[in-house]
């Protein structure tokens, strides 16, 4: 079974400090995607990644990609509250059709 | 476009009784999904169609579950009979060949007394 692995998961912090948290797999993925969901919502895409150590922003958020395609981490620089959420990765191993989501990181801003 | 719909939203029933979930796809979308969410478990696919035909029912916890797609633009979900374990909330998604992400829907909170 290919799992997917989020760290923490839970993280709880003050307006305006900064935050990683990461997602990691011993297996290789084809691509990876972040996604955000809020309370009685759907998770919505934040970002697809695809290539080995591949960096993308989103405004104050920042996804890097592992070289070996193994992991992933979304930083988050002066987090406000309407960051708040549960953040989930997904990915997609290679060969396979389907996502595979972890656990997801419930993270709270507090003002 | 309105996204993926679901319906119901919220559905409370008695243990032993079917329920049945719906999902409209964004239309375009050729590949849709079904995904169940628990505080324990976390998000669990269930089945997943493409071009309508189930191509993966791996997920799905037993033969209570059964799901359907007729058209390009409609899919259930039934449960028969349901119990208290299946309480979840309910997500269906939907993607193209030409883009991976996934766009769901609000889900069904499914309730089982």
């Known amino acids: 079974t290919q799992l997917l692995e989020q760290s923490p998961q839970f993280l709880s912090i003050q307006e305006g400090e900064n935050l990683t948290v990461y997602c990691n797999s011993s297996?290789?993925?084809?691509?990876l995607q972040w996604y955000r969901q809020e309370p009685g919502e759907g998770p919505v895409l934040l970002v697809t990644?695809?290539?080995?150590?591949e960096v993308k922003k989103l405004k104050r958020l920042t996804f890097q990609f592992g070289d070996a395609r193994k992991d992933s981490s979304l930083h988050i620089t002066a987090a406000q509250p309407g960051d708040t959420g549960l953040y989930l990765c997904a990915g997609l191993f290679q060969g396979a059709q389907k996502l595979v989501f972890g656990q997801g990181t419930r993270l709270t801003i507090n003002p | 476009d309105a996204g993926v719909i679901q319906s119901p939203r919220h559905e409370v029933t008695e243990m032993g009784q079917e329920v049945t979930l719906r999902c409209k796809p964004i239309?375009?979308?050729?590949?849709l999904f079904w995904y169940r969410q628990t505080m324990m478990r976390g998000l669990e696919l269930l089945i997943y169609f493409n071009n309508n035909v189930p191509i993966d029912d791996s997920g799905m916890p037993e033969d209570r579950f059964s799901a359907k797609m007729p058209n390009a633009s409609f899919s259930t979900l039934k449960i028969q009979p349901s119990e208290p374990r299946d309480s979840a909330v309910y997500f269906c998604a939907s993607s193209s060949t030409e883009d991976t992400g996934y766009t769901f829907g609000s889900g069904t909170r499914l309730t089982v007394v």
């Open positions: 239309s375009g979308h050729n590949s």
């Open positions: 990644v695809v290539t080995g150590g």
């Open positions: 297996s290789v993925f084809s691509s």
